[in-house]
């Protein structure tokens, strides 16, 4: 079957940092999501030239990936987060310390002719519907460890209605959940410069000659309030995906969160998804018939 980048999506919401990004240069897709060190008013974001840690590790592993020589998306990942922590260290950040370093959430898939390989690190996910009809989903070991913060988040909103009070009370709770979950098996696995992530991380592999269509997205394109139950939640994505593509589940993803979007840390998130179409090949169907 002969894949084709079909569609690529980038929302920025109403985020005041800007951390998402994307690589689609096929045979290798991807998007990643940018995790700075806990900040707020009080605690102003550690900067690399300019960029937050979550700009700079994304940098990064965009870089990474166009300018690699290399074929296994694995090696390409293992390279980039050698480089996230090698900036890090030299700017006197203690790479142990997962609350005080930046990185990436991320999933890569690599294309080949008869297998796709799939490398998932946190909260940014997958899901591929099948030639049968059948769908699939990745599956998002980060969201125990999400829905914790985002219930505190809630609860503090509740008792400040004042986002900036929330976000003073709200850091040491988030320095010591990043400690707790950050490249820890079966939690969530962060591209930060830790070598642990190798340990963390999740991979699939499909037969490509099983897929039709195949889209990978960070958090914000699918709610994680629609999260508890993943096979119903690939399902609602497989079926708005056949019925507009990526717009149509970005028009639904918005509409969930504007209803929350009082008791949230913003109002919308970054959402940045591609989506990848298998076709038929039709020189090949002629080599065969």
């Known amino acids: 079957m002969k894949p084709i980048v079909e569609a690529q999506i980038y929302d920025r919401g109403t985020a005041g940092v800007l951390e998402d990004g994307l690589y689609a240069e096929l045979p290798i897709v991807g998007v990643y999501d940018g995790v700075s060190a806990p900040f707020n008013d009080q605690?102003?974001?550690f900067l690399f030239d300019g960029l937050t840690g979550g700009q700079m590790a994304g940098e990064i592993i965009r870089k990474t990936?166009?300018?690699?020589?290399?074929?296994?998306?694995?090696?390409i990942l293992l390279e980039a987060n050698r480089?996230?922590?090698?900036?890090q260290s030299s700017a006197g950040l203690?790479?142990?310390?997962?609350?005080?370093?930046?990185?990436?959430?991320?999933i890569f898939a690599q294309i080949e002719d008869e297998k796709i390989r799939i490398v998932?690190?946190?909260d940014c996910m997958a899901f591929w519907i099948k030639r049968s009809g059948e769908v699939e989903i990745t599956h998002n070991t980060f969201r125990p460890f999400e829905m914790e913060l985002r219930n505190k988040i809630a609860e503090l909103m509740k008792e400040t209605n004042n986002r900036k009070e929330m976000w003073r009370r709200f850091y040491p709770f988030l320095c010591q959940k990043r400690k707790e979950n950050t490249n820890v098996w079966g939690r969530c696995a962060v591209l930060n410069g830790q070598p642990e992530v190798l340990k963390c991380w999740q991979k699939y592999e499909l037969s490509a000659?099983?897929?039709?269509?195949?889209?990978?997205?960070?958090?914000?394109?699918?709610?994680?309030?629609?999260?508890?139950n993943e096979q119903l939640l690939a399902?609602?994505?497989?079926?708005?995906?056949?019925?507009?593509?990526?717009m149509e589940i970005l028009f639904w993803a918005r509409g969930i969160e504007g209803k929350g979007a009082n008791?949230?840390?913003?109002?919308?998130?970054?959402?940045?998804?591609?989506?990848?179409?298998?076709?038929?090949?039709?020189?090949k169907n002629r080599e065969v018939a």
Request: aromatic content about 8%.
């Open 83 to 87: 480089k996230i922590g090698q900036i």
């Open 43 to 45: 605690h102003p974001p």
């Open 263 to 283: 008791t949230s840390h913003e109002t919308f998130s970054e959402a940045t998804a591609v989506a990848v179409r298998f076709m038929d090949n039709p020189k």
């Open 209 to 228: 000659n099983d897929v039709s269509a195949l889209v990978l997205f960070t958090d914000g394109f699918a709610p994680a309030s629609e999260g508890e």
């Open 65 to 75: 990936f166009i300018r690699s020589k290399e074929t296994d998306i694995e090696k």
């Open 235 to 246: 399902q609602k994505l497989a079926a708005l995906y056949n019925e507009g593509r990526l």
């Open 120 to 122: 998932q690190g946190g």
């Open 94 to 106: 203690l790479i142990s310390d997962s609350s005080c370093i930046g990185g990436a959430t991320f």
